[in-house]
């Protein structure tokens, strides 16, 4: 079974500086991978996703994250946070085949002190 | 485009009561799916449709919960009887197919359930 690990509840950083989230994966092959984030009260907006290719994903809102296959990691950075980044993220992963079964890591919750 | 629409936004009800969740995917969307987010945690699958069928319910608590997707559009989610436990997010997602880029999988505002 596939597993999503986000090993980070919370996370506070300080307007202006980098950020990076954590995410591993537990699956034998390549999956497919994306960051989400939900602002309160919000459903699930899609940041970036991972198929193939090139390992590192830009997204939207100035998000980029990198997949390293030999850590199976697709750790989520922004190198200036704004206070309006503050949300909770979500690592989620799919088997790369016809099954696919969108699995949700916990989530960490990023706050932004002014 | 218009996006996954959801109702009804929130829902208060006492436990043992029944509920009903709607769910409109995007035009097209041959995949649907519906997650239950409890507070503090990531989305759990409950149930994902391929058309009008099952592809996967194995989460989902059969004896008090049931989900539809009459003609392969809209989809309707069911609690009876509902838990104290069943407060959540209830969100609805929708994507072409299954399978390659065909994967990536759009969201609704989701439905706020508390049960009392």
């Known amino acids: 079974a596939q597993s999503v690990t986000q090993p980070d509840i919370h996370i506070t950083v300080s307007e202006g500086a980098s950020l990076e989230l954590r995410c591993n994966y537990s699956y034998g092959a390549t999956p497919y991978l994306f960051w989400y984030v939900q602002s309160p009260g919000q459903g699930l907006q899609l940041l970036l996703k991972y198929f193939s290719g090139d390992t590192l994903v830009q997204g939207i809102k100035g998000f980029e994250a990198e997949f390293k296959r030999s850590q199976s990691s697709f750790n989520l950075r922004k190198p200036s946070v704004h206070w309006s980044d503050a949300a909770e993220y979500f690592c989620?992963?799919?088997?790369?085949?016809?099954?696919?079964?969108?699995?949700f890591g916990g989530g960490t919750r990023l706050m932004v002190k002014p | 485009e218009a996006g996954v629409a959801q109702s009804p936004r929130y829902k208060i009800i006492e436990k043992r009561q029944s509920v009903a969740f709607w769910c409109n995917p995007i035009?097209?969307?041959?995949?649907l799916y519906w997650y239950q987010q409890i507070l503090g945690q990531g989305p759990k699958l409950l149930i994902q449709?391929?058309?009008?069928?099952?592809v996967d319910d194995s989460q989902l608590p059969k004896d008090r919960f049931s989900a539809e997707r009459l003609k392969g559009v809209d989809s309707t989610l069911k609690i009876q009887p509902a838990k104290l436990e069943d407060s959540a997010v209830y969100l609805c997602?929708?994507?072409w197919g299954r399978g390659g880029r065909r994967t990536e999988a759009f969201f609704g505002q989701g439905t706020r359930l508390t049960v009392v």
């Open positions: 989620a992963v799919v088997r790369g085949n016809a099954g696919n079964m969108l699995t």
């Open positions: 035009s097209g969307h041959a995949t």
């Open positions: 997602a929708s994507s």
């Open positions: 449709f391929q058309n009008n069928g099952v």
